[in-house]
Nanobody, 122 residues
Framework: QVQLVESGGGLVQAGGSLRLSCAAS????????MGWFRQAPGKEREFVAA????????YYKDFVKGRFTISRDNAKNTVYLQMNSLKPEDTAIYYC???????????????WGQGTQVTVSS
C-alpha cells in the first residue's frame, strides 16, 4: 500500500520561504511522476510542479516558475517543494501525488497525500 505524508506547511509572511516534504512508502515511489498540486478555498485543485522518476525533468506552472523548486531523493523516498518569494495568492492546501502518467493532470495520479496547509500573510 502506498502512503504519502506531507509536512512543512505553515504560516509565513509574504516574501518568505517554506520547504514542503512528501515522504512516500511503497514501491511505486520510484516510478513515473511525482507532483505537487494545491487547492485554495472555493477553487479547483491545480497543478503546481512535477518531477520525473529520474529527477532530470521538472515541470512548473507559470505562476511558480522562478520561485518554487521541486526535487526528489529516491534513496529517501521523498520529494520536496522549496517555495521562495511566497505571495498571499499562494495560500492553499498543498497535496503531494504519486505515479502520474501525465505530469499536470491530477486525474492520472494514483496516490495522494492528506495535504498540508500553507498560509501566506500580506
Amino acid at each position: 500500500q502506498v502512503q504519502l505524508v506531507e509536512s512543512g506547511g505553515g504560516l509565513v509572511q509574504a516574501g518568505g520561504s517554506l520547504r514542503l516534504s512528501c515522504a512516500a512508502s511503497g514501491r511505486t515511489f520510484s516510478s513515473n511522476h511525482m507532483g505537487w498540486f494545491r487547492q485554495a478555498p472555493g477553487k479547483e485543485r491545480e497543478f503546481v510542479a512535477a518531477i520525473s522518476w529520474s529527477g532530470i525533468n521538472t515541470y512548473y506552472k507559470d505562476f511558480v516558475k522562478g520561485r518554487f523548486t521541486i526535487s526528489r531523493d529516491n534513496a529517501k523516498n521523498t520529494v520536496y517543494l522549496q517555495m521562495n518569494s511566497l505571495k498571499p495568492e499562494d495560500t492553499a492546501i498543498y497535496y503531494c501525488a504519486a505515479s502520474g502518467s501525465r505530469y499536470n493532470d491530477p486525474d492520472t495520479y494514483a496516490h495522494w497525500g492528506q495535504g498540508t496547509q500553507v498560509t501566506v500573510s500580506s
